[in-house]
């Protein structure tokens, strides 16, 4: 059983070796739309809800939404490889928390924004990725049309394929607008879900432990 954590406020300053390894060049990659069509149904979507699209404060919308759009859902052609591919070899396969990750992402139901905190713990198979990748990861999936549990899976695959580790646990909280703006309007509910793979699957001792540090 495990008894040690490395959080990131934790790490000893000798826990990653020296050696580097850079698999894939990291870039900034601007993700295009086709502002053309965005523009025509921002104008077809005010005109819709009997808005005057020629009005001053109106004219510069459909142009600025369309803009938008590439960043918040630039992650929809990124694949996490690019970050997590930047792995480090460890001395120890101790497990590793990243916690409090924050993050916005679009509800595919009305595009309406859901946000909150991911939670990421896995045990290294002798690599381990840089800090700021998780973190990478979380929002290559976040900035795309989602729902809360696809994106819970799909960083949990994403760090299985790429880091093989023994095991992944990955918990998501958020607050959905689509809920607590409109339709049953309560605010201040939270989903939660979370997904585990490998070791932390169905050993409900080492899952206790990932809640326990995630709540301190
Ligand atoms: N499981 C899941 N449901 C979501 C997520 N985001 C939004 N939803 C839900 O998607 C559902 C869509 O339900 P519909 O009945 O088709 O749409 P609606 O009439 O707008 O539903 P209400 O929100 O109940 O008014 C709603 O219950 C939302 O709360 C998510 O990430 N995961
Ligand atoms: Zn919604």
Known sequence: MLTDFIT??????????SEFQETKEEKEVVFLVDKQKVEQAVRLYLEGIGEDVNREGLLDTPSRIARMCEEIYGGLDQDPGVYLEKQFTVDSNEMVIEKDITFYSTCEHHLLPFFGKAHIAYIPNEKVTGLSKLARAVEVYAR???I?????VQIADALEKYLNPKGVMVMLEAEHTCMTMRGIKKPGTKTVTSVTRGEFKGNYELQKMFL???KD
């Open 148 to 152: 809360q549990e696809k994106m819970t």
């Open 144 to 146: 795309r049309p989602q």
């Open 212 to 214: 326990q540090m995630v």
């Open 8 to 17: 990131i406020e934790q790490s000893p300053k000798n826990y990653l070796s």
